[in-house]
């Protein structure tokens, strides 16, 4: 007998197989119409164990016994879209297999924002391609025939893919699946495709589609294997919901940060310095100076003290905090010096914030203690990754690292979100959500003793949930390898999704294991204190690469690297022009003068062009009166303002911080 617990706390029983779609059948005939997949997830015969979660295909059988709690999903679940998107890959799959000859098939994925397939064959993909194929793919989704799954054993597997020819499929169950004794399939008409699943019931959910692009990439990822050809595309249920993401899509493009960074000479990548890192130009290097002396000042009032350590150091440095290790394949390599002493450039800037931790006996008086750097750090991501200012390999984190006793863990760790609040608001930034990563019992990534980290999870959501965090979600295994952590995931002004801030809680560098931290407590004793990592920016680079996209480089007042420009209707009043420039510059305002031969409308175009926030024309009448006629780059003409005034509400705007 199978009890099926539904999300309303309702109960069904079975004494037959059943799939989720008889269980939404029974419930209604509009719910099995517009069920796509569900999650099944079954208690742990283990009391103390965890309970599985499964994500199945909607005809999939349930099991025969037992009991398991279902939730059906429909197109408004974003596990739908997922799912559905998947099944998208393979009817663009089966249309690629019926318009070009010798295909073979690799993986074919979902992403962020739609999948992607890898094939190979004889030539490339060509843009003329995109459309045979959507036009192969309306017809498949038009016959609107049902995903079948097929259960077989790995050997039948082999034989089957074999005869079909698909010899990297045939070498994925040799390697990759070499300890699976049973495999699936999925079958749509002709088509026939290794996967796990799951998929949608048929081909009528896939409501709108899109052939977005096409690269090279490697089997399985290795530039040591076969080249393959990838093609992306992007699906969605609802054909508005389609051109919705492509008309975004256009204004991003409008917004790419390489583009206007370029544009307004706020940083540039020099092949000639390196790939992925980047060169602040003077006027990015005044936003990036604004950003620092923002958060400098955020420090100092919550009690963090300023540090500064070498971006170079010795390899034993990070193997005993485990780095090294553990992210090896992202690190420059080591660099050996006379004596056979290894140094790294430093990935990360934990260790070094520990040294200074224990250069001194502490006490439990000293604790917290918050120090705080803004750290170069260097990753040696992939050259297919690397992207501007938001994927480089060299970069400077606003970091801080608090040693603090267990009991002072909740506090802190509230206080690190508070101030993370704090910044997102002032950018700007309201529509966000704050993702709880925690560990994957079933991984052997992870390092320290399971019941530490239940505790310190225990008490990242204890936090969370007191202050009432928006949108909080849990996700499973995204852990750092030595603790868990709370990532704020903000959506810009065109919905785009970016990972800011993050607060990481850590038992296992201060442990023996590690650096063997302690401090001298109350009692006398010696004890172990805990680490919070915490970076409200993440790094300067990225935090400014996503700020240039959602102000579309129209930055605010305190952000922006010119502030005012002082236009002269004619080289008459250059002499004025020039002293209400020193006056603004006197009050603290980044201004600059256009006392050029150009007529005053092109004056005023180059400006806006600029996106400069405020203009001020000064002629006859603004010399006589001492004001300034007024621009507002948001609010248009503002007339005639006497000059003191008009620097007074700058200063307003400067100070408050103001969007």
Not at 18 to 37: F, M, N, P, R
């Amino acid at each position: 007998m199978l009890k099926v617990l539904l999300p309303d706390g309702s109960e069904k029983s079975y004494d037959k197989s059943v799939s989720a779609l008889d269980v939404a059948s029974e419930i209604g005939a509009g719910l099995a119409k517009a069920t796509v997949a569900a999650i099944v997830t079954t208690p742990s015969e283990d009391p103390t164990g965890e309970a599985t979660v499964t994500t199945i295909s909607a005809t999939e059988l349930l099991p025969n016994d037992g009991v398991v709690q279902l939730r059906l999903l429909t197109k408004k679940d974003r596990e739908a879209l997922d799912i559905m998107r998947h099944s998208c890959a393979h009817v663009m799959a089966r249309a690629v297999m019926r318009l070009f000859q010798d295909v073979q098939l690799a993986f074919g994925p979902t992403t962020e924002n739609g999948f992607y397939y890898d094939f190979w064959k004889k030539e490339p993909f060509t843009e003329e391609d995109f459309a045979k194929i959507e036009e192969e793919m309306g017809k498949i989704v038009k016959a609107d025939e049902a995903f079948e799954r097929v259960e077989v054993s790995r050997e039948e597997a082999i034989q089957l893919l074999q005869d079909a020819g698909q010899t990297l499929k045939v070498e994925h169950l040799q390697t990759g699946l070499a300890e699976n004794e049973r495999v699936t399939f999925y079958r749509q008409g002709e088509f026939v495709d290794l996967c796990r699943g799951p998929h949608i019931p048929s081909a009528k959910f896939i409501g709108a589609f899109k052939i977005m692009s096409t690269s090279t990439a490697y089997w399985k990822g290795d530039a040591n294997n076969q080249m393959l050809f990838r093609v992306y595309g992007t699906a969605f249920f609802d054909k508005k919901e389609l051109d919705a993401y492509l008309t975004q899509l256009e204004e991003a493009k409008k917004r790419d940060h390489r583009v206007l960074g370029k544009r307004h000479e706020l940083f540039m990548v020099n092949p000639r310095v390196g790939s992925g890192l980047v060169v602040w130009l003077p006027k990015g290097a005044i936003i990036r100076k604004q950003l620092e002396n923002f958060i400098y000042e955020e420090l100092i009032k919550r009690g963090y003290q300023p540090m500064y350590s070498p971006v170079i150091c010795r390899v034993e440095l990070f193997e005993t905090s485990g780095h090294y290790p553990y992210y090896a394949d992202s690190q420059f390599p080591p660099i050996t010096v006379d004596g056979g002493d290894r140094y790294l450039l430093r990935p990360m800037n934990c260790p070094l914030h520990v040294m200074v931790y224990e250069s001194k006996p502490r006490s439990y008086r000293d604790l917290p203690l918050r120090l705080a750097e803004f750290g170069n750090v260097h990753r040696f991501e992939q050259s297919g990754e690397l992207n501007g200012m938001t994927r480089v390999r060299g970069f400077t984190q606003d970091d801080a690292h608090i040693f603090c006793t267990e009991d002072q863990v909740e506090e802190e760790f509230k206080n690190c979100i508070d101030m993370t609040l704090k910044v997102l608001k002032t950018m700007g930034f309201e529509d966000y959500e704050v993702r709880l990563s925690f560990r994957d019992w079933t991984s052997e990534k992870y390092v320290g003793d399971p019941e530490v980290w239940k505790k310190a999870q225990a008490a990242l959501e204890k936090v969370c949930h007191e202050m009432n965090l928006p949108k909080l979600k849990i996700v499973e295994g995204e852990a750092a390898f030595y603790g868990p952590k709370a990532d704020f995931v903000v959506r810009d002004c065109l919905g785009r999704e970016w990972q800011l801030g993050t607060i990481q809680l850590d038992y296992n560098l201060p442990s023996p294991e590690r650096f063997n931290l302690s401090y001298i407590g109350s009692d006398g004793q010696l004890h172990q204190p805990v680490m919070i990592h915490r970076a409200p920016f993440g790094s300067f680079e990225r935090f400014t690469g996503i700020l240039i996209e959602h102000f579309a480089a129209a930055f605010p007042l305190w952000l922006s690297p010119e502030q005012a420009r002082v236009l002269t209707i004619s080289e008459k009043y250059q002499e004025y022009g020039q002293k209400v420039v020193e006056r603004l510059k006197e009050a603290g305002i980044r201004a600059t003068l256009d006392d050029s031969s150009e007529k005053i409308g092109a004056k005023i175009r180059v400006a806006r062009n600029d996106l400069v926030p405020y203009l001020c024309v000064v002629g006859a009448k603004e010399e006589e009166t001492g004001a300034v006629a007024v621009r507002g780059r948001k609010q248009g003409e503002m007339g005639a303002i006497d000059l003191d005034a008009f620097i007074a509400d700058l200063q307003s705007e400067i100070k408050e911080r103001r969007l």
